[in-house]
């Protein structure tokens, strides 16, 4: 198979990666369902040393109780994992787990600890919300741009998850990784995909003096006419001769025979 290449990314790599991603969840979420190891205790505990490896643990844990955790966060990972290894691949693997890091550290540092474990990849998702939103914003380039209200149109509600409406929701999780996504896009600001230069913006960066395109369409255009009216003239059968004649002629040597004939007489 070849893996076609586009200006932006593989369009193969944007679609196995997160498919294997998620697949991982849910081969976990099955173990887990099958087995009595109680898995949410790998999650994040925060502010205490037992919970400090669920900062690594979390994003692959989700809840046994309801199904729609794991399905709803793997719907949405899967489509906002490959916009960024298409549209930002040479630093995506480097955002993708910076967040993954970020948001379970900054959620073990500032949220409170009641007792209850802090699972699920949801954190990380609101993580690619962010970079991708601030990212397209920032690089005033017009197919990010796009990216950016594709993104805000979709997932414009999940704003509310980063607010403590719902008691089982680990809205931290959701703030933090937002928070972890807008500081990674303007850490890697001037990375991955730019707004392509025009030559004007070059060429003015190299104190390269801009071309006088005015007076050259002029220059062009007057010689255009002039060779217009000597085709012209060359039709009608007449051609306009001109001769140089100096204001003061050089004086010219006698002739000698014009001084005898003066002397005879």
Do not use: C
């Amino acid at each position: 198979m070849q893996i076609r290449k586009h200006p932006f990314g593989s369009t193969l790599e944007a679609l196995i990666y997160p498919f294997l991603l998620v697949a991982l969840l849910w081969i976990i979420q099955w173990i887990d369902a099958l087995s009595s190891l109680d898995f949410y205790k790998w999650g994040l505990l925060p502010r205490s040393v037992e919970g400090l490896k669920g900062i690594l643990f979390m994003p692959l844990l989700h809840s046994q109780q309801d199904i729609h955790h794991v399905l709803n966060n793997s719907v949405t990972l899967y489509l906002m994992l490959a916009v960024l290894i298409y549209y930002y691949r040479d630093i995506a693997l480097k955002v993708f787990l910076l967040l993954w890091v970020m948001t379970g550290a900054l959620v073990w540092i500032y949220a409170e600890n009641h007792g209850s474990y802090h699972i699920g990849i949801s954190g990380v998702i609101y993580g690619l919300l962010g970079f991708l939103f601030t990212s397209g914003v920032l690089r005033r380039y017009l197919p990010l741009q796009a990216i950016s209200m594709f993104i805000i149109f979709i997932y414009g509600n999940m704003i509310w998850g980063i607010f403590p409406i719902r008691a089982n929701v680990s809205w931290e999780g959701h703030f933090m990784g937002l928070v972890a996504g807008v500081i990674l896009a303007f850490v890697y600001k001037r990375d991955a995909v730019q707004r392509p230069k025009y030559q004007y913006e070059i060429e003015k960066e190299l104190g390269i003096e801009p071309p006088d395109l005015e007076g050259q369409w002029i220059a062009r255009q007057q010689e255009l006419r002039r060779q217009q009216e000597e085709e012209q003239r060359r039709a009608a059968g007449y051609y306009i001769v001109y001769h140089y004649i100096p204001n003061n002629p050089e004086p010219t040597e006698e002739d000698p025979s014009m001084d005898e004939n003066d002397g005879q007489q």
